[in-house]
């Protein structure tokens, strides 16, 4: 078998994965009686729109749903599904559920989130949601953040305080953040649907905050080890960012909390079948 075949059938195996973890994530958390639903960024969410689509108007047509930026916008509308926008969901009303995927999971249900560059109007929808469910593939799923995902915590800023934050970054351990470059092409750094720059800042695989829990000492800030929930404790104070790509916090229905983190999450895995892991008590 040639190295390109073996690389074809690779990337469809993934996408088979995406597809079948998105949706079993539907059929479980798509409820009829459901009306607005948050759908989030990336190329797994392509086949979560396609498994809403699927169950026809009768089921669709009743429900409003709320993109995480100008991709899932396209999405939605190319479904011809009902658009709406987070900014008109009125105070003290939340989205029934949102689905997203994510660059990596921890088995905390921790995420890293904003390699397609949306963490934020992702993190807003999410925690407007009652239920955030997370689908992805294989790939993604990992004991702790940093394992697989190499390329580093994605970090909305603005422009002009981009120095000072990869300098704050550098100061806490980070290993060489970077301002994420534009698409091929166009000159300069890559800018988001807020009008806004990416940092990518990557650190040694981050520790669970189980670990500190259990008396485990070896935390060290200064050489770049993180617990998840210090980390981003942290980097969300630094002045110039906007909004971090680590979502953590604590699990659970989010009614009241805002959570970030998941109430489950499904994997499609290798061999066909769909992982479902949700929050351990
Ligand atoms: O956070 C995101 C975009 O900002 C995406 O959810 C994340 O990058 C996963 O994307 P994909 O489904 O293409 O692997």
């Known amino acids: ?13 993934v996408e088979a994965s995406k597809r079948q973890a998105a949706y079993q994530a539907v059929k479980d958390y798509l409820l009829p ?4 639903i948050g759908i989030g960024s990336g190329s797994t969410v392509v086949y979560v729109v396609e498994a809403i689509a699927a169950l026809g108007p009768s089921v669709t047509s009743k429900m409003a749903f709320y993109p995480t930026g100008s991709q899932s916008e396209e999405l939605i509308e190319a479904a011809g599904l009902n658009l709406q926008y987070i900014s008109k969901l009125p105070a003290g009303e939340q989205l029934d559920v949102a689905f997203d995927g994510a660059d990596e999971v921890d088995e905390d249900l921790n995420l890293i ?18 239920r955030f469910v997370c689908v992805a593939d294989f790939r993604k799923l990992s004991p702790r953040l940093g394992t697989a995902w190499k390329k580093g915590i994605p970090i909305e800023v603005l422009p002009m305080a981009a120095p000072r934050v990869l300098d704050e970054l550098r100061r806490m351990g980070a290993l060489e953040p970077r ?6 092409g166009k000159a300069g750094a890559i800018v988001t649907d ?16 189980k670990d500190t829990e259990s008396g485990a000492q070896n935390e060290d800030r200064e050489k ?3 617990t998840v929930d210090a980390l981003a404790d942290r980097l969300i104070k630094i002045p110039g960012v906007a ?35 949700t929050p351990s008590a």
Do not use: H
């Not at 990416?198 to 905050?209: E, K, M, R």
């Not at 971090?244 to 916090?249: A, D, N, Q, T």
């Open 33 to 36: 009686e459901y009306t607005r």
């Open 1 to 13: 078998m040639s190295s390109s075949t073996t690389t074809q059938e690779q990337a469809q195996l």
């Open 224 to 226: 770049g080890v993180w």
């Open 194 to 209: 807020n009008g806004l720059w990416i940092v990518d800042a990557p650190f040694l695989p981050l520790l669970l905050s």
């Open 179 to 184: 301002i994420r470059p534009g698409v091929p």
């Open 243 to 277: 909004e971090i790509g680590l979502f953590y916090g604590s699990n659970g229905l989010q009614v009241a909390s805002g959570a970030q983190k998941p109430v489950a999450a499904y994997f499609g895995m290798a061999d066909g079948s769909v992982e479902v892991r």
């Open 113 to 130: 989130k904003g390699g397609g560059a949306c963490l934020w109007q992702e993190k807003i929808v999410a925690t407007s949601a009652k």
